[in-house]
């Protein structure tokens, strides 16, 4: 299967250009149904409808509009909406590099792989010093005509690139409305916890943890399609223990 | 605060806490609205029976699946009877090192947050905050939310337990088919590539990249709505590749070290001017003092600057 890219562009490290594609590096695999009309199983279309004159509109004569205050809109051009994107173009300069570890989970978005679009040396070059430093460059990236912060580093023998999400995309704990208050838990159960940590650590394999719902969900639709009768009966939730460290204890 | 996604509870061995789960990702984005041209009224999405032309109320629709050109329609009550056993719990299946999760597979992160006043409740929840952040593992477990089944990974952050959706193995492509480059550079170049990362090395810190795009969008807006002209700026030149891949290097390293801009060609020249961003050009003409930089092109900064040196 020959794989299409999504972005053609060069990433450059200082004055060193490396010319690359973006590929997708992810795709949700969650079942998606169609709208249908109950009563006929035909498909539902979404169409556009005028609120005023409750007549369908035309693509063509849909623009879009910023609602300043409620029920006033500022109406902006496609053009005028794409001079937002900024002057980057197709380039992505990296211009610091920080340890790959350091970036909070939280932060990352979506993630591409970066392909070479040459044979010459630079791809491999980026690779390798980013690999041997751990380091992953941080630059922006205009896409659709919108400009997201990226992060660049190694992974196995590739590049890949992550949009990252900015800081204040990111909700703190400190938002939070946590009660720190009350009874703090004994030196038992602490320790009895730790130890259900050790007991259930293990070295991560994604493989080992499938979609079950999904593989649920397809089964379903299949017996579905035979004709087969489905059984409703929901299953039951567990109990809810309150002897902390009693359940503690038997979980050991 | 925001309103719970989900609740239910948090399954650790034969310990329960009862949680809710709340969003940690804040949009902050610009939205538009399509509005029809003509009279600048709101429009809206209505569903339409393809088959009838009339229009059809959300309590007649139902889901159906393309199983290779068949349709099957599927109820509600018959997803529910699939889902998992536990659909109101974050089972732990296993706790592992961060480290050994790749970033590729991080979705949507989350807070969970103890539910009710209970003592016991508190309690619990930070005997999780408390185990967790002292080893310093990440927990893998998984729940339903909205007719998903959600593999997600638990950990401290801020004090609160963070939990961060995650894509199951089959939904990250293989990196097999993705074209790496060509000739394997020599152990010079290398060690100058090095040295330049570690030159341009700096702690990660979010705080110092602001949203400039939301930023520009929300000055479009602005000029828009006081009737100012808006231009787009000329994008920026895809650069050539460097001839001499060794020289760049050098060159790079020499400026990352004088504290020049990295992708100065000549020293003290002006060349790299043009290589700049208006940005970044509005940021220099600033420092050095240029008034009326935010209302100037691209050429006129360039030539502004350039008369400074």
Sequence with gaps: MARRSIWNGTITFGLVNVPIKLYSATESKTVHFNEVHAKDEARIEHRRICSKEGKEVPYEQVVKGYEVEPDRYVVLEKDEIKAAAGDRGKVVHLIEFVGAGEIDPVFYERTYYVGSRDDAKPYRLLHEALRRTGRAGVGRFTFHDREYLVAVRALDDVLVLHTLRFHDEVVSGDDLEIDAGGKKPSKREVEMADKLVETLYEHFDPESYEDTYREAVLDLIKRKAKGEEIDLTEQEEPDQGDDLAAALEASL | ?309
Aim: proline share 5%; net charge negative.
């Design chain 2, 1 to 309: 605060m925001a309103r719970a996604l989900w609740s239910g509870s948090l399954s650790f061995g034969l310990v329960n806490v009862p949680v809710q789960l709340f969003t940690a990702a804040r949009d902050l984005d610009y939205h538009f609205n399509e509005l029809h041209e003509k009279d600048k009224a709101r429009i809206e999405q209505r569903r339409f029976c393809s088959d009838e032309d009339i229009e059809v109320m959300w309590e007649e629709v139902a889901r159906s699946f393309d199983l290779d050109g068949k349709q099957v329609m599927v109820t509600d009550e018959e997803l529910a009877s699939v889902q998992p056993r536990k659909t109101r719990t974050i089972d732990i299946e296993a706790f592992v090192d961060l480290e050994d999760v790749d970033p590729i597979y991080f979705d949507h992160p989350y807070f969970l947050v103890p539910a009710g006043e209970s003592e016991g409740t508190q309690r619990a929840y930070r005997l999780l905050v408390e185990t967790m952040s002292r080893s310093g593992r990440v927990a893998l477990g998984r729940f339903v939310m909205r007719t998903k089944e959600y593999l997600a990974a638990l950990r401290v952050r801020d004090g609160a337990l963070s939990l961060t959706t995650m894509l199951f193995h089959d939904e990250v492509r293989p990196t097999s088919l993705v074209p790496t480059g060509g000739r394997t550079p020599g152990k010079k170049e290398v060690e100058s590539a090095v040295a330049l990362i570690e030159e341009l090395a700096t702690d990660w810190k979010p705080e110092r990249y602001e949203d400039c795009y939301r930023e520009r969008l929300r000055r479009v807006i602005d000029d828009k709505r006081k009737r100012r002209k808006i231009e787009a700026p000329e994008p920026e030149k895809q650069p050539a590749p460097a001839p001499d891949l060794m020289a760049a290097l050098e060159r790079t390293l020499k400026n990352a070290r004088a504290g020049r801009d990295i992708r100065t060609q000549e020293d003290g020249g002006n060349g790299e001017l043009e290589e700049l961003s208006r940005e970044e050009l509005t940021e220099r003409a600033k420092k050095e003092g240029i008034r009326g930089q935010t209302k100037m092109s691209k050429e006129e900064l360039v030539e502004a600057l350039s008369e400074r040196d």
